[in-house]
């Protein structure tokens, strides 16, 4: 491994004035696997940032109901938290299914709230070194794992966050310090698809960290949950997952939210899917309706095609769950 400087800072000028004094540092948070990717000779950083004790570890109320996630909230304390658990239930869940040993990332580092925003898609070291313009293999060689939707020739990677499928149906806001100032972008947006730059996953600029995450209130999301499909209980990626929300009324669905995770390279927000949701009279038939409305653009490879019905059971059993 490359000899590299380590830095503790305090407080969030601190790290960002740390970051920007050298134009190959890196923040170090909980739970990622930045630290595996050096043993690797991927990412070769001449600094680390430490933000794991930055002050931002409060989990506070907002107007009208919702929350302001401080990026370094333990995802442990975050589903334990009896106001998540009650008004955002589908967070809770989504923990659980963490797959084996959630309590620490790949560097031993307690995972937070701000660890399931950036985290790449593609784990193998192919990905991390693609170039612009570059084209990767997964198309052609193994694939059964990989993205059936948003894909491009460059990459088939799929996110595998849970905690952010189940906030990208939230309608969360990512707030963003830089040394620009502070930005908010919403989940929707944070992350990228790779389109012909498969090497950037998500938004953010080289000296730019994750503060907090809001949740709006949202009322629907007291009626929440979280499905994930996996080959083994122990296994910590999803193959499909389902992150959804209903709100009933007069015997039909007055507002949806869904997200899908493990079919795309970033939590797929299914538009398509909420918009035939609203207003049908909740039942199989239905569900099964919105879910070909949003899967219907899927574009499987040759050894993934399984995934698409197996999204959409996925999602007409949360819903009939919901619904019940």
């Not at 830095?7 to 540092?25: F, H, I, N, R, T």
């Not at 890196?26 to 739970?31: Q, Y």
């Not at 930045?34 to 940032?49: H, K, Q, S, W, Y």
């Not at 609203?278 to 653009?297: I, N, V």
Request: hydrophobic fraction near 45%; include cysteine.
């Amino acid at each position: 491994m490359r000899p590299f400087a380590y830095a503790c800072p305090k407080d969030v000028a601190g790290a960002l004035a740390a970051v920007g004094a050298s134009g190959e540092a890196k923040f170090l948070g909980g739970g990622t696997n930045l630290v595996d990717l050096m043993r690797l000779g991927v990412e070769t950083p001449a600094a680390l940032i430490d933000v794991t004790r930055l002050p931002l570890g409060a989990i506070e109320e907002l107007p009208g109901d919702g929350l302001r996630i401080g990026a370094v909230v333990r995802n442990s304390d975050l589903a334990s938290d009896r106001r998540a658990r009650a008004r955002y239930p589908v967070l809770a869940q989504a923990r659980r299914r963490l797959g084996a040993a959630p309590e620490r990332g790949d560097d031993g580092r307690q995972p937070s709230a701000a660890d399931a925003l950036p985290v790449l898609p593609g784990r193998d070291e192919a990905v991390q070194q693609a170039a612009p313009g570059q084209r990767l293999p997964g198309s052609e060689g193994e694939h059964r794992n990989l993205a059936v939707l948003g894909y491009s020739a460059h990459c088939v990677a799929t996110h595998p966050s849970d905690m952010a499928v189940a906030l990208a149906a939230l309608d969360a806001v990512v707030h963003v310090s830089g040394r620009g100032g502070e930005r908010a972008v919403p989940l929707v947006d944070f992350h990228r698809l790779p389109g012909d730059r498969p090497e950037l996953d998500a938004v953010l600029q080289r000296d730019e960290l994750v503060v907090a995450v809001e949740l709006p209130p949202l009322p629907l999301a007291r009626r929440s949950r979280y499905r994930k499909v996996r080959e083994r209980a122990s296994f910590s990626f999803a193959l499909v997952s389902v992150a959804a929300a209903v709100e009933l009324e007069d015997g039909a669905v007055r507002d949806a939210r869904v997200a899908f995770g493990g079919l795309a390279h970033k939590p797929w927000r299914a538009y398509a899917a909420e918009d035939a949701l609203r207003g049908s009279a909740p039942g199989e038939a239905a569900f099964r309706a919105a879910a070909d409305a949003e899967l219907g653009r899927a574009a499987p490879l040759r050894e993934n095609a399984y995934k698409v019905p197996m999204a959409r059971n996925a999602l007409v059993s949360t819903l009939l769950e919901l619904s019940a």
